[in-house]
């Protein structure tokens, strides 16, 4: 497993734009697919965007065309969210999830292994 800390939540207005950055603890660990989570209180994590290292995306239906993922750095390991015309609703605690393990890229929890713990987005109206 490796520690994954995010940063870049924030309070903000409804339609602005925050971006989420993701680190990993070791960038030498392959990381093939990561991911964002978010979670409110009361209600199960949900899966926001997901990328694999070859470049491979998957995003939930209520934030295509608002919400960008993408990978840099060492190994593309480092994480990024670009949340654009935010609502309300995306009011969460982002996380990040890793797995060494290959494969299409997932909203699903599994098989991510390694998660960090969360960064607090807040979108007021």
């Known amino acids: 497993q490796v520690h994954l800390v995010e940063s870049g939540g924030d309070s903000v207005q409804a339609g602005a734009s925050l971006r989420l950055s993701c680190a990993p603890s070791?960038?030498?660990?392959?990381?093939?697919?990561m991911a964002w989570f978010r979670q409110v209180p009361g209600k199960g994590r949900e899966g926001v965007a997901a990328?694999?290292?070859?470049?491979?995306?998957?995003y939930a239906d209520s934030v295509k065309g608002r919400f960008t993922i993408s990978r840099d750095g060492d190994r593309k390991n480092t994480l990024y969210l670009q949340m654009n015309s935010l609502k309300p609703d995306d009011t969460a605690m982002y996380s990040c999830?890793?797995?060494?393990?290959?494969?299409?890229?997932?909203?699903?929890?599994?098989?991510?292994?390694?998660w960090g713990q969360g960064t607090q987005v807040t979108v007021s109206s």
């Open positions: 990328m694999h290292s070859d470049g491979g995306t998957a």
């Open positions: 999830a890793a797995t060494p393990v290959s494969g299409s890229p997932t909203l699903s929890r599994n098989p991510y292994t390694s």
């Open positions: 070791k960038f030498d660990y392959k990381l093939a697919c």
